[in-house]
């Protein structure tokens, strides 16, 4: 094979058709079973947008209230899960914590391997209730906090920040949260989500799929990039040192995190939708030093390297106003991506076709073991 052919992280490559969503980078437009995702995110709730991504269809009245009813009744963290958190490690990043406890739910589920859609339907739907309990569980934990029951009189946004904080959130803090899952809930063939289709494609099951998922958007080139963007701005400090970071940054090649994209090369079509609720979070909470941070830091690099901020570089910051850790921001996008991963792992399974593709050797021609002597 010619080393042309060959496309090193599969860039260009189309590899399949899909129906969740389109990424548009001419246009610079996102759609979400052909809604754009500004307009989901200024008119939905995350369990519509959910709903929308696994029927294609937004839920009437009576699918939305079934479906809510039914995730509301799922919240609870088991005390099975709940055991096997606590045995890990408290220095375990949540997203190993993460991902065990999916996989112990995965593991203790009776339908486990039945790949039925209905079946599937059914496990992405528990996923979603039930990732909040771990997410907000662990964070509590490394505080030294007791774990906080769901309560079933809030929405999925509403509750996720309740069981963190033990707080109801206000409206901007809610809103600010609500639009940044509906923003990661889904994103086409992105890597997590690929390697949730290749995981499908051997016909094994969704729980493995979105381990292996998780597992993938833990890198800081994929998800782990929220995280990174908080632990750079600690770094840096105060805007006026953002110049001088950069001078050294740059000439040692650090990857900026939060900046550049594998599709988008004009600008992530999220971020002025994430942006516009950051500042709403900026102006309630006061937090002009780190907005100041923020825009000095992406006008110098942009200037610089004519790389544009992704998603990830307005919601490290959203997240970190709301109050999660920075160690949580990850599980964050987990709790969002798991609608889209089981959108894709339920189109996979529809239509499937072992994903195998070539390799071309490029190692020691054929040689043999000394002494060996062969039999006929
Ligand atoms: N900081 C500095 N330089 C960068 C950055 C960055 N964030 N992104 C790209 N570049 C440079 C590369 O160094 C490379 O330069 P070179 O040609 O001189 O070697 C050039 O731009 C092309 O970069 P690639 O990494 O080859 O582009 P690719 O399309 O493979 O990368 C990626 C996309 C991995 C996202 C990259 O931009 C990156 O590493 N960004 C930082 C991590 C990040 O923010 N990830 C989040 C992705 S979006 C999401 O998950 C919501």
């Known amino acids: 094979m010619a080393d042309a052919d060959i496309r090193k992280g599969l860039a260009g490559v189309t590899v399949d058709t899909t129906a969740v969503s389109k990424v548009d980078p001419e246009s610079n437009s996102l759609l979400y079973r052909g809604y754009p995702v500004q307009e989901l995110a200024a008119t939905q709730s995350f369990e519509a947008v959910a709903h929308l991504l696994w029927h294609g269809e937004l839920p009437d009245a009576e699918q939305l209230a079934a479906f809510e009813r039914f995730e509301r009744a799922h919240r609870e963290l088991d005390a099975d899960v709940r055991a096997i958190i606590d045995a890990l490690p408290g220095h375990a990043h949540p997203m190993d914590v993460l991902r065990t406890a999916v996989s112990a739910i995965g593991a203790a589920a009776p339908d486990v391997s039945d790949n039925a859609r209905n079946a599937d339907l059914?496990?992405?739907r528990l996923l979603l209730a039930k990732i909040p309990a771990i997410v907000a569980y662990d964070q509590r934990?490394?505080?030294g906090q007791e774990l906080i029951a769901p309560r079933d009189d809030l929405d999925y946004s509403r509750n996720f920040l309740w069981m963190t904080f033990g707080e109801e959130p206000d409206d901007v803090v809610a809103h600010a949260f609500t639009v940044s899952l509906i923003l990661y809930a889904e994103h086409s063939f992105n890597a997590s989500t690929f390697t949730a289709r290749v995981i499908t494609s051997t016909t094994s099951d969704l729980y493995s799929a979105v381990v292996g998922a998780i597992g993938a958007l833990k890198g800081a080139l994929h998800g782990g990039a929220n995280e990174a963007v908080?632990?750079?701005?600690?770094?840096?400090?105060?805007a006026d040192r953002?110049?001088?970071?950069?001078?050294e940054a740059l000439a040692h090649k650090r990857k900026i995190m939060g900046f550049g994209h594998r599709v988008y090369k004009k600008g992530d079509s999220r971020v002025p939708t994430m942006k516009a609720a950051l500042d709403t979070l900026?102006?309630?909470v006061g937090a002009a030093d780190l907005a100041a941070l923020y825009d000095e830091l992406e006008s110098e690099f942009v200037a610089r390297k004519g790389i544009y901020p992704n998603l990830d570089y307005p919601s490290g910051p959203a997240y970190h106003?709301?109050?999660?850790d920075t160690l949580t921001f990850t599980p964050l996008f987990v709790a969002a991506r798991v609608a889209g991963w089981s959108a894709h792992i339920m189109e996979q399974a529809a239509s499937n076709a072992l994903i195998r593709p070539l390799s071309a050797y490029d190692g020691v021609p054929e040689r043999h073991v000394a002494g060996y002597v062969p039999t006929e």
């Open 122 to 124: 059914r496990k992405a």
């Open 141 to 143: 934990r490394r505080r």
């Open 230 to 238: 908080m632990h750079v701005f600690d770094e840096i400090g105060t």
């Open 242 to 247: 953002v110049g001088p970071w950069l001078d």
């Open 282 to 284: 900026v102006e309630h």
């Open 321 to 324: 106003l709301i109050g999660f």
